[in-house]
T-cell receptor, first 113, second 113 residues
């Protein structure tokens, strides 16, 4: 079953905690992305990776960290430095970084309690 | 700042009606433009990708056009059905932005049976 798997679907974070969102793909795509979506707004790019062992900051990288040790995996850590982390987080992939269709996972809801 | 604007923010139509969703962008130097569909609480599904050199793309009842000179794209949905109810997002890959996607806030479509 091919695709992009995000987990967990729902996650609750206490103040001061770091949490990690998982994103796994078996599409053999080189590029992977993390977006944040807030109600009534478009998606905003957090981090992206064009190839294994390389990643770049997007527009709103502060308070987040990523790694790309394997082609299939691009986990996102929401650190305690992110002051407003409650949002819907979407992972995406594309075959290459230029001119390709982008595919999204089902998303993860993060709520601060 | 590169932006993408979608009008209207919400649209409600009776079943069977043909409809047009609008997307405008601020710079004609783009790689491509993509239209996505998002169901509530779900990830995004790619509908159509129009490369910079193309004028339109069609898939089933959907037709997307691109006019770079005016900075506009339209998504035409023919013979709308209740199952078309969703949020439709437009995203532009600007050359100056390094080929990363900039998303509009979306149009919420409701098709009434």
């Amino acid at each position: 079953d091919g695709g992009i798997t995000q987990s967990p679907k729902y996650l609750f974070r206490k103040e001061g905690q770091n949490v990690t969102l998982s994103c796994e793909q078996n599409l053999n795509h080189d590029a992977m992305y993390w977006y944040r979506q807030d109600p009534g707004q478009g998606l905003r790019l957090i981090y992206y990776s064009q190839i294994v062992n390389d990643f770049q900051k997007g527009d709103i990288a502060e308070g987040y960290s990523v790694s790309r040790e394997k082609k299939e995996s691009f986990p996102l850590t929401v650190t305690s430095a992110q002051k407003n982390p409650t949002a819907f987080y979407l992972c995406a992939t594309s075959r290459g970084f230029s001119g390709n269709t982008i595919y999204f996972g089902e998303g993860s809801w993060l709520t601060v309690v | 700042k590169q932006e993408v604007t979608q009008i209207p923010a919400a649209l409600s139509v009776p079943e069977g009606e043909n409809l047009v969703l609008n997307c405008s962008f601020t710079d004609s130097a783009i790689y491509n433009l993509q239209w996505f569909r998002q169901d509530p609480g779900k990830g995004l599904t790619s509908l159509l990708l129009i490369q910079s050199s193309q004028r339109e793309q069609t898939s089933g009842r959907l037709n997307a056009s691109l006019d770079k000179s005016s900075g506009r794209s339209t998504l035409y949905i023919a013979a709308s059905q209740p199952g078309d109810s969703a949020t439709y997002l437009c995203a532009v890959s600007y050359v100056e932005y390094g080929n990363k996607l900039v998303f509009g806030a979306g149009t919420i479509l409701r098709v009434k049976s």
